[in-house]
């Protein structure tokens, strides 16, 4: 009944505490502490003042050795001072006993202080007699760089003639590459470069020009046969010159290497001038036109599987240097003259008939075309220029070329094709001229 009255009047409005209640509390509470306890919590706040001191001058210590090290100029005499006066703004007011710790905690950061100012200073010392030697080093190695530039740079006093003064004095030709030097199409700094690779070149990609004695069933006659119909072919196909000669070098490498039956020398030439075709041309004629142009004896696998095996037998080698490469190079001594250029094509093509200039380099071969081709059209002598762009080929070189060519030209036309097309208006009827000249000059050059 009391519980329950008591929580109806907690619930109202609180209850009062009793009498009972406030006892309690009244014990529970802690007593101030007597006035004899103030010894003892003096004593503890001593302790504490000297820890603080004892950290107050390490840390008076600490930025004395800082600004020792920044400065690397103060004595030791200064920082004993200061350190000093730091210690003495750190002291305890008059009446207050100072821990021993203290004291030794002051003189040992006065001792360290000390010790870390003089090491300082040594080292300050020692680093700045190093940078003195350093500097001394360095001077000493600019003076001996500067006597060597000197000397490099000192004039020398032997007299030498330039080596393009030299070359000017002894050569009787003209430097007629000079004027292409603004053209980057002729690459006028490495023509002479590039040429004496291809005169080199040419003698790997030589024939053995007597082959046909390991051949069983071929003769001479049937390779200019075989020769006159790829010229034929080549001219239905509108190939470039160039396509040409390196199709017959196929051949003719191809047959040193390998004896060929009767039967396949046809397939031989469809597959060298496939090859060819795919060497120089941009746009290559396809294989249906081949397997066409052989009039039903070969299918496009047999002129594939061909043209896998001759390059297989010349291990893929067709970097052959164009005699049109020679002729041309020639030609710049000749001015271009469109009609000599013409006639000598004719007559470079003698050579991819005619068996018995396989045995002189094509930059041989194209001299003499030139000259040849000069002499039909009264175009003067064989000149310095001459000599030197056609790679010093002089006129007893030439002879036993020329005599061959004019040989050939003067004989009944044997190869129908070949001269049907330099028979053309396209080719300014070099043909019909050269051979006019060939019979009223053959006389004048007789084989050997």
């Known amino acids: ?183 980057p199409l002729m690459v006028s700094e490495y023509v002479v470069e590039i040429f004496d690779y291809l005169y080199d070149l040419q003698k790997k990609y030589m024939p053995n020009p007597n082959y046909m004695d390991d051949q069983k069933h071929l003769e001479w006659e049937m390779r200019g046969v075989l020769v006159d119909w790829l010229v034929e072919v080549h001219c239905k196909f509108k190939l470039l010159p160039e396509t040409l000669f390196l199709a017959i070098n196929i051949v003719d490498r191809f047959m040193s290497a390998r004896v060929v039956s009767l039967n396949k020398v046809q397939l031989v030439g469809i597959a060298a001038l496939f090859i060819a075709a795919k060497c120089e041309e941009v746009y290559t004629p396809a294989i249906q036109n081949y397997a066409y142009i052989s009039d039903g004896g070969y299918e496009e696998d047999d002129i594939l599987n061909a043209e896998r095996f001759v390059l297989q037998v010349l291990s893929f080698e067709m970097s052959y240097p164009n005699p049109l490469n020679f002729l041309r190079r020639i030609s710049k001594a000749d001015n271009y003259d469109i009609q000599t250029r013409t006639i000598a094509k004719y007559l470079l093509e003698i050579s991819l008939l005619d068996h018995r200039l396989m045995k002189y380099l094509p930059s041989d071969v194209a001299a003499a075309a030139m000259y040849l081709a000069r002499k039909i059209l009264d175009r003067g002598d064989w000149t310095a220029n001459l000599i030197h762009y056609s790679g010093g080929c002089d006129q007893k070189k030439l002879y036993p070329i020329v005599a061959i060519m004019v040989d050939y030209l003067a004989a009944p036309v044997v190869h129908d094709g070949f001269f049907k097309k330099y028979a053309s208006k396209r080719f300014l009827k070099a043909s019909i001229i050269a051979r006019q000249w060939a019979k009223n000059n053959v006389q004048n050059y007789p084989l050997d």
């Open 1 to 183: 009944m009391t519980r329950l009255t008591r929580a109806k009047a907690a619930a109202a409005g609180g209850l009062q505490p009793t009498a009972l209640d406030q006892a309690n509390t009244a014990a529970t509470q802690r007593k101030r502490a007597a006035l004899g306890d103030l010894s003892t919590n003096a004593s503890k706040d001593q302790a504490k003042s000297g820890k603080l001191m004892s950290v107050a001058s390490t840390a008076a210590a600490a930025t004395a050795a800082s600004r020792a090290r920044r400065t690397g100029l103060s004595n030791a005499s200064n920082n004993n001072a200061a350190t000093k006066s730091n210690g003495t703004a750190a002291r305890k007011p008059l009446g207050t006993k100072t821990n021993t710790t203290n004291k030794t905690n002051v003189h040992n950061a006065k001792t360290t202080t000390t010790t870390t100012t003089k090491t300082n200073i040594a080292v300050y010392d020692e680093s700045k007699a190093n940078a003195n030697n350093n500097n001394a080093k360095t001077t000493h190695r600019l003076e001996h760089e500067t006597e060597n530039t000197r000397a490099l740079k000192k004039p020398k006093t032997e007299h030498h003639v330039e080596p393009t003064e030299a070359k000017k004095a002894d050569q009787s030709w003209d430097d007629l590459d000079a004027e292409d030097a603004d053209d």
